[in-house]
């Protein structure tokens, strides 16, 4: 059979492409895992030919796997089997707004800053916000958060419907309008994190929020991890509405400073945002500041200035790069746990030093009021035995955060790098999920290897 030829068959010739620019682009994200070239990328452009791609794939069982902008870390989008990678970027258009419900129904191949640019003319925002660019599907397949967390939930909160294809074509929705219902089974929340293995979004309608009146942005130094950790510890439990709350190390700090031409103290550092009025955000920061202090705080600093507020933002979303740029030729590997906040401390603790006695270079960092940290880890891809260090890092910060009732990943996924902990995190549940994959896709077409453990 000539694969290309029978889709496009089914789609057009400009739908369908086995050029191999195109396919080594759709052979990996931004994670260290190996790329593997797909067999086509198809361009489908509506629900239709997603339904007719995906009957004709489990008719011939033919591994599909779908693909955002590529921005995942857990190699979610590698299509290790081959197959068909199905390429989002026309099916990028924003349905519909409804400023009055705060909902607005979008395609997949939507990106954050896309769907938050139209927004805000109606006054309105998306509020997770995972750093990159992706694409709304992306994150959905994901169940992404990111900095904005602690306030607003995680992807999964914010879905209210979904359009999904199945493997062999039908098409379901799987919520409704209304903000809430006690009818049927949660299929939002089966779908969403499924990484693609379950079905396929073709459109998505998700809740969104008024930009609030006065955003204020900080910044907190503290002489050491514990100190900081207890001040964002006892800013949440005061109650004070904080929309984010991330934890930079000291090391860290120095690579800003040197990447991004700032002046920061080079001491673990709270950066901190808080939304609301100005009445009442006053009252939050005095009293943010005053448990702040308690905390031995060396630097306390608060920007109202929108472009000093994104300067303040920018070093820290720029950290990844801030370690690339300053070594050229070297990967990242970049860990993702979340634990329970009274696990916090000792979990950021154990990872700094995990990190330096291995003797690599690199970041502890996390949004750490939903008790979400990443380590990023610089290796020389060439040398077996820096691979090695790194891969120990990982499992032994993976390994303390199960220990302690956390997860092996809380926001990136599982993709293929966190499949070896899947049984040890979720015991006889996997067997749950693996009948749940058969039923919904008994050819197994869809994203396979991904998410659960061989």
């Not at 930079?248 to 950066?271: C, M, W």
Request: overall charge negative; charged content about 20%; some cysteine.
């Amino acid at each position: 059979m000539n694969l290309v030829q029978e889709l496009r068959s089914i789609l057009s010739d400009e739908q369908v492409t086995s050029n191999q620019t195109a396919l080594e682009q759709h052979s990996k994200d931004e994670s260290s895992h190996s790329p593997h070239l797909p067999d086509v990328v198809v361009f489908p452009k509506d629900t239709q030919d997603v339904s007719k791609v995906l009957k004709f794939a489990d008719e011939h069982q033919i591994p599909v796997v779908p693909f955002g902008v590529g921005s995942g870390l857990e190699g979610a989008v590698i299509p290790y089997s081959g197959g068909i990678s199905m390429d989002f970027q026309l099916m990028n258009q924003i349905v519909e707004i409804r400023p009055y419900d705060f909902l607005v129904r979008v395609q997949p191949g939507v990106t954050r800053q896309q769907l938050n640019k139209e927004l805000k003319k109606h006054g309105l925002f998306f509020s997770v916000d995972p750093g990159a660019d992706a694409t709304l599907g992306g994150m959905a397949a994901t169940n992404a958060s990111g900095t904005t967390s602690v306030r607003y939930g995680v992807m999964r909160d914010q879905v209210r419907d979904l359009e999904v294809v199945l493997a062999g074509g039908k098409v379901i929705r799987t919520g409704g309008m209304s903000a809430k219902s006690s009818s049927g089974y949660h299929l939002n929340g089966l779908f969403v994190g499924s990484e693609g293995t379950l079905g396929v979004f073709t459109e998505l309608t998700l809740r969104v929020y008024g930009i609030p009146e006065v955003t204020m942005a900080g910044r907190a130094t503290f002489p050491s991890i514990k100190h900081a950790v207890d001040a964002a510890v006892d800013i949440l439990s005061a109650g004070i509405p904080v929309a984010r709350v991330e934890l930079v190390d000291a090391r860290s700090i120095q690579q800003v400073n040197k990447h991004s031409g700032t002046d920061y103290q080079e001491l673990p550092t709270l950066f901190l945002e808080f939304h609301g009025n100005e009445a009442g955000l006053k009252q939050d920061i005095e009293f943010a500041e005053q448990l702040i202090q308690e905390q031995a705080c060396q630097e306390f600093a608060f920007e109202m200035d929108s472009l000093r507020r994104a300067q303040l933002w920018e070093a820290r979303h720029n950290l990844a790069y801030a370690y690339i740029h300053d070594n050229p030729g070297k990967k990242m590997i970049i860990t993702d746990v979340s634990v329970p906040l009274s696990s916090l401390t000792e979990a950021v603790e154990h990872a700094r030093a995990i990190i330096d006695g291995s003797g690599l270079d690199g970041a502890v960092v996390g949004h750490i009021g939903d008790g979400n940290f990443h380590t990023l880890v610089i290796v020389d891809e060439q040398l077996p035995d820096e691979v090695e260090k790194a891969e120990q890092v990982n499992a032994g910060i993976v390994n303390h955060a199960l220990e302690r009732g956390g997860t092996c990943t809380g926001e990136h996924g599982v993709g293929v790098g966190k499949r070896k902990y899947q049984y040890r995190e979720h015991g006889e549940a996997i067997e749950v999920m693996r009948q749940l994959k058969f039923a919904l896709d008994p050819n197994g077409i869809l994203n396979p290897g991904k998410v659960l453990p061989e």
